[in-house]
């Protein structure tokens, strides 16, 4: 089992910035790849932007390119989500994940969901 624990959502004006942290405990040392997801009201939950435990790869969304970045602290178990130059439209439950499987990162599947947390991007 691993579990996750996501924070640092909140509400931000267009054009700033905010941070998320997803902290892993449990069987860590199984987990190949973390992803961050996100989940609008009314829409489905889209993956954002993912990266190997290792740190050798990482992906990210086309509406993410240039303005988030994803990054981890193995010695903290944790994976970071920096979100620069925030839009309304970012404006989502965000949902920090876990897999075990190995493959490319757009097409994992994550057995091990955070509890989500907001981010409202409003003036």
């Known amino acids: 089992q691993v579990q996750l624990v996501e924070s640092g959502g909140g509400l931000v004006q267009p054009g700033g910035s905010l941070r998320l942290s997803c902290a892993a405990s449990?069987?860590?040392?199984?987990?190949?790849?973390m992803g961050w997801f996100r989940q609008a009201p009314g829409k489905e939950r889209d993956l954002v932007t993912a990266i190997t435990w290792s740190g050798s790869s990482t992906y990210y969304a086309d509406s993410v390119k240039g303005r988030f970045t994803i990054s981890r602290d193995i010695a903290k178990n944790t994976v970071y989500l920096q979100m620069n130059s925030l839009k309304p439209e970012d404006t989502a439950v965000y949902y920090c994940?876990?897999?075990?499987?190995?493959?490319?990162?757009?097409?994992?599947?994550?057995?091990?969901w955070g509890q989500g947390t907001q981010v409202t991007v409003s003036s």
């Open positions: 994940a876990a897999s075990q499987r190995v493959g490319a990162l757009p097409n994992l599947v994550y057995g091990y």
């Open positions: 449990g069987r860590t040392f199984s987990v190949y790849a």
